[in-house]
């Protein structure tokens, strides 16, 4: 695959996905079980904006560094705009933290982190990055092949989907993953995001879910940033929360409406699946 996060690093679908992937990080912390957190493609973990590949595509502009210019965020993505100010030492928002960078920062003694990538320059970097946290384990690997062998017993389970949907079958892949997590854990909490291009690809998407699923409640949350008119366009992107926490979908709907505020055509919903 050729598949670089840091062309699309601090773009509107990684808002969406990071603000809800801290909202589900506080929420399933409550407690005193242990969580672990398995993370299927977790890139670098740390990008550069002022990089090559970031300049080039200039997605960071209308995401990232429009939400980090906002006088006052709305409050679900806080948690967000606090941990961008982290990574950038509180100056110049330079730096975006990915998954693993806000996985990572956020575990609590007793919590485990294992993140696959499976891109070995990538591994390298994201390795470097992590080799200093004793609970985060680096896999270079295939996320969808490993992941349900990493789940230990006796933790509470939280399962970050994020692949690049370069090939087809990553739909049918995160299908047979979640199935796989469930039948080793039902109470696991998994989020899948994928892109949203048209509206039959998310609907035939959500039924194979359901039936990977069996009777496990399942969320989609839409952040469209245009109509849906060109499928060779990401004109939106998609979450499908499986297991959701109580509330979650008062907190998907916000985060969706506030990252497609300014966008002409723009529009959010989140619906129950099923």
């Given amino acids: 695959m050729n598949y670089r996060h840091a062309f699309h690093a601090g773009n509107f679908a990684d808002l969406v996905k990071h603000a809800a992937l801290l909202w589900l990080l506080a929420q399933m ?35 990232v560094m429009r939400l980090m210019a906002q006088a006052e965020p709305a409050a679900e993505m806080t948690p967000l ?4 100010a982290e990574a950038n030492s509180g100056g ?9 960078w806000l996985i990572a920062r956020a575990l609590r003694p007793g919590d485990r982190y294992d993140v696959f990538e499976m891109q070995p320059d990538e591994h390298g970097q994201l390795s470097d990055l992590m080799a200093e946290r004793k609970a985060v384990a680096t896999h270079c690997a295939d996320g969808f092949a490993g992941a349900v062998g990493q789940m230990a017993r006796g933790a509470r389970h ?25 039948d080793q854990d039902p109470a696991a909490t998994l989020l899948i995001w994928a ?8 609907d035939v998407f959500v039924r194979d879910l359901e039936d990977a699923c069996d009777l496990a409640p399942i969320l989609i949350a ?4 245009r109509p849906l008119e060109d499928p060779m366009k990401m004109n939106g992107c998609a979450l499908a929360l499986i297991n959701p926490p109580d ?28």
């Fill in 92 to 100: 110049e928002t330079w730096l975006y933290p990915g998954s693993p």
């Fill in 195 to 202: 892109p949203l291009k048209d509206l039959h690809t998310l």
């Fill in 247 to 274: 509330g979650a979908q008062a907190v998907l709907q916000a985060i969706c409406a506030a990252v497609v505020a300014e966008a002409v055509g723009g529009k959010a919903q989140v619906w129950p699946a099923g």
């Fill in 158 to 182: 939280l399962v970050l989907v994020d692949p690049p949907f370069e090939r087809a079958d990553d739909y049918g892949r995160s299908c047979d993953l979640a199935a796989g997590v469930l």
């Fill in 81 to 84: 705009v606090q941990a961008v």
């Fill in 222 to 225: 839409e952040a469209r940033m």
């Fill in 29 to 63: 912390q409550r407690g005193g079980a242990p969580l672990q957190v398995i993370d299927t493609h977790g890139g670098s973990g740390l990008y550069d904006l002022r990089g090559t590949e970031a300049r080039r595509s200039g997605e960071a502009e209308a995401g």
